[in-house]
């Protein structure tokens, strides 16, 4: 149930449960997503919103402010495991059930329910679906917030090697030059 104090998605629509950004059909979000973006106040993370929603009138963050990648994001959510890269030394299982919010050739952004320190380098797994084998490559972590409201956190990670920006452009269907 949605708290007054926090602002609810203006694409949520409580009577039919139901998000109105869909354009292929219905979208009914679980549980879990209602609590934390439909109703929770973080609807700006949510992946339906930034890949459908218009900007809205007297936003208060201008569409450079919120987007500092350099290649456009694509929203997908997939499995992702981080270990934190310890050199020469055994590497250390950050999370092995993040999920991804969106992708692009520069990096990924995702969610979990841990904290990572900004600057660290990371190796990751990227498990598509199960026709694709996973991705697997090295990054540096370039922000971390934890979602108002909610255990989470959302952090994203830059790609250390072109090889892996060039597979994800490849899985996204984006032409490489």
């Not at 993370?45 to 459908?52: E, F, P």
């Not at 999370?95 to 969106?102: N, Q, R, W």
């Not at 979990?112 to 900004?118: E, M, N, V």
């Not at 922000?143 to 994800?168: K, M, Q, T």
Request: proline share 6%; with cysteine; aromatic share 10%.
């Amino acid at each position: 149930m949605a708290h007054t104090s926090q602002q609810v998605c203006p694409h949520w629509s409580a009577k039919d449960r139901s998000c109105l950004l869909s354009r292929w059909g219905l979208y009914l979000p679980v549980a879990e997503h209602i609590e934390i973006y439909c109703e929770g106040g973080n609807f700006s993370s949510c992946s339906q919103y930034m890949a459908q929603a218009p900007p809205l009138a007297g936003s208060s963050f201008p569409d450079d402010a919120v987007n500092h990648r350099r290649f456009r994001r694509v929203p997908g959510r997939f499995s992702f495991r981080l270990a934190e890269r310890a050199g020469d030394a055994l590497n250390q299982l950050i999370d092995d059930a993040a999920t991804t919010v969106d992708l692009s050739p520069g990096g990924i952004r995702f969610e979990s329910y841990r904290s990572l320190q900004q600057g660290a380098e990371v190796i990751f797994s990227l498990n598509g679906d199960f026709s694709d084998t996973p991705l697997r490559g090295i990054g540096r972590v370039k922000w971390c917030h934890s979602l108002e409201n909610a255990p989470l956190y959302h952090a994203g990670i830059a790609f250390a090697d072109p090889r892996v920006a060039r597979a994800i452009r490849k899985r996204l269907g984006i032409s490489i030059d």
